[in-house]
């Protein structure tokens, strides 16, 4: 493949979400009142997809929808981000994942997701994709679909020469063969404890956690931090970058927008550490709007906050 042909590939999930606004979350066994609810477009993998589009990318979305009244909500909404849609296929019978997202005064979230269609993502679809010779030279995978179809498309995208980035998220089980067909991973600080059992709390932990990482063989490590920043580790050196300050209002797809930029700027050539620091700006945007794609900011927006800008 021409490496020089720039364009993202998604192989994904693809969800309604539901979210319920409260001023505090429910304890155990406790019920609260809440002061807002929204249904929108969601799944890591379609909120990497619109923000990769988002940054002015050819994208393409590969996985399942179900044939529901929640597909429209999530078709209309990729393709009102311009995000190719002609491999995301239509399961009869089968429903649309759900996502339902419970969100504090502080921004803080807890989610629970409901696969269902995106289990259906296997590695035909897969390579229905690839037999299409689509201009692609980047591709996005997490882990809201089954690992064998992960593990399959990050083989299959290595053999064709892209850049694979992995956002090993929700933090569930793999085979640490995965790494070897990965060329960045991108873990915030509680997927990389899970990932390496070192717990990381500050960014003397993530260097000791990333290279953990780095011994398992993938190339590029970059540890999301909230607050504390990102930690970029190569196996060569560490460098950490200082985080945006804005006010949070609702956390939901502040690490897809971080992702979905990333890849963007990749797929464009851009360095790793110009890469990130894109990709830094624009989860701290995400994080001031309620919401997932709803959320999601544009290039200029991104660009603006980066030169110190006042946003309106």
Not at 68 to 86: K, P, W
Not at 235 to 240: A, D
Request: with cysteine.
């Amino acid at each position: 493949m021409d490496k020089k042909v720039s364009g993202v590939v998604v192989i994904g999930s693809m969800t309604a979400d539901v979210t319920a606004i409260a001023n505090t979350l429910p304890r155990g066994g406790e019920t609260v009142l809440g002061e807002g609810l929204t249904l929108v477009s969601g799944g890591k993998g379609s909120n990497q997809a619109a923000m990769a589009s988002r940054m002015g990318m050819n994208t393409w979305m590969v996985g399942c929808v179900g044939t529901d009244a929640f597909q429209s909500i999530v078709l209309d909404s990729l393709r009102d981000h311009g995000v190719n849609t002609d491999f995301v296929d239509k399961l009869d019978n089968e429903k649309t994942g759900v996502a339902h997202i419970r969100v504090d005064r502080n921004g803080n979230n807890d989610i629970v997701i409901v696969p269902m269609a995106n289990n259906r993502t296997n590695p035909e679809r897969v390579d229905r994709f690839f037999d299409s010779n689509p201009n692609v030279n980047t591709m996005l995978l997490q882990l809201e679909i089954p690992v064998p179809t992960v593990m399959y498309a990050a083989k299959e995208a290595k053999k064709r020469g892209l850049t694979v980035i992995f956002d090993p998220a929700p933090a569930a089980p793999f085979p640490d063969e995965l790494y070897k067909y990965v060329d960045i991973v991108t873990p915030n600080e509680t997927e990389t404890t899970v990932l390496t059992g070192i717990e990381v709390t500050d960014v003397a932990t993530a260097k000791t956690a990333a290279q953990v990482l780095l011994d398992k063989g993938v190339k590029l490590v970059i540890i999301t931090l909230a607050e504390k920043g990102v930690l970029i580790a190569d196996g060569k050196s560490f460098h950490h970058l200082s985080s945006f300050d804005v006010e949070v209002v609702d956390s939901t797809a502040a690490g897809d927008a971080f992702t979905g930029t990333l890849g963007a700027c990749v797929s464009q050539g851009k360095t790793i550490e110009e890469s990130v620091q894109y990709a830094m700006a624009a989860g701290a945007l995400t994080v001031t709007k309620s919401g997932a794609q709803t959320s999601l900011p544009n290039k200029e927006e991104i660009t603006l906050l980066m030169k110190g800008g006042c946003l309106n």
